[in-house]
């Protein structure tokens, strides 16, 4: 008798250069009225503070089916006279989820680490995200979890949707400068 290994199958999807990757969502193609936040901009300042930067998501709807994908922007806001870089050590990633009182979103980023200066130009900039309303994994034939918390894959190992309810659309970052803009209310009913 064959026996198969118990798998647990994760959604990873690359973002776009210099921003890093995210559990399940990807970044969103470029919109006419984006601006995006570019990873090189010649002779643009290092350094900056905080403090001249806001943030801000903005969700293209907050009531949605459970499975369907949501589009985010980032909108930054950089009041400092100048150029700013966010990369200290590594070029920062950035990814947005959702989030519950009884769902966290596991979101992870690449280890690679690139020196890749992350510019944030003057003014505002906007960079757009798909918003995953999907578990960010599930677990193949004859896998378990030891917390319980992940659901069965559907067939063909897709990622089955989040049950109905409220959630938050949240930033994440990786070793980013930038502040934490206020979670959006997300509703998933279906």
Not at 50 to 61: A, C, G, I, N, V
């Amino acid at each position: 008798m064959r026996r198969t290994a118990p798998f647990l199958l994760l959604g990873v999807v690359l973002l776009g250069t210099g921003l890093g990757a995210g559990l399940g969502l990807a970044a969103a193609p470029a919109m006419p009225q984006d601006t995006p936040l570019h990873p090189t901009v010649r002779g643009s300042a290092n350094g900056g503070t905080p403090s001249h930067l806001s943030t801000r998501l903005e969700m293209s709807r907050t009531l949605v089916a459970p499975g369907e994908r949501i589009t985010a922007t980032l909108v930054v806001t950089n009041s400092s006279g100048h150029p700013i870089n966010l990369t200290r050590i590594c070029t920062p990633g950035f990814a947005v989820a959702l989030t519950s009182p009884t769902y966290r979103s596991k979101v992870i980023f690449a280890a690679s680490c690139s020196t890749q200066p992350f510019i944030v130009p003057n003014g505002v900039s906007r960079r757009s995200f798909t918003v995953s309303t999907t578990y960010l994994a599930c677990l193949g034939p004859g896998g378990s979890s030891v917390d319980h918390s992940l659901p069965p894959c559907l067939p063909g190992g897709r990622l089955p949707p989040l049950p109905a309810g409220s959630y938050r659309a949240q930033l994440y970052g990786s070793g980013a400068l930038l502040p934490s803009p206020a979670p959006v209310a997300v509703r998933l009913s279906g």
